[in-house]
């Protein structure tokens, strides 16, 4: 069963960064573009950051310039990372991996929270 492990997020200040971590267990995420969403409350889940199996990455224009998308594909895991800086209280939301073109089951998400 595909799985996403997501971690990294918790409670920081504005102006702070978080570096997100994902893993995804299933080798043919090695040949797909993957991304990172979040949902905050009330609304609906969104992409933020995308990038493609040779590394081009695309962003939301709302984390353009602060967010960084990157990937380690190995044989039969890939991990997928978001860094996030000068962290915004609308960063606050549930932040998921996943498929760009095509979502798998969502996992768990990790929570970042931003606030004062």
């Known amino acids: 069963q595909v799985q996403f492990v997501e971690s990294g997020g918790g409670w920081v200040q504005p102006g702070a960064s978080l570096r997100l971590s994902c893993a995804a267990s299933e080798s043919i995420f090695s040949h797909i573009s993957m991304g990172w969403f979040r949902q905050a409350p009330g609304r609906e889940r969104e992409l933020v950051a995308g990038?493609?199996?040779?590394?081009?990455?695309?962003?939301a224009d709302s984390v353009k310039g602060r967010f960084t998308i990157s990937r380690d594909n190995a044989v039969n895991t890939v991990t997928v990372y978001l860094q996030m800086n000068s962290l915004k209280p609308e960063d606050t939301a549930v932040y998921y991996c996943?498929?760009?073109?095509?979502?798998?089951?969502w996992g768990q998400g990790t929570q970042v929270t931003v606030s004062t």
């Open positions: 990038i493609s199996t040779s590394g081009t990455t695309n962003y």
């Open positions: 996943n498929g760009v073109a095509y979502r798998w089951s």
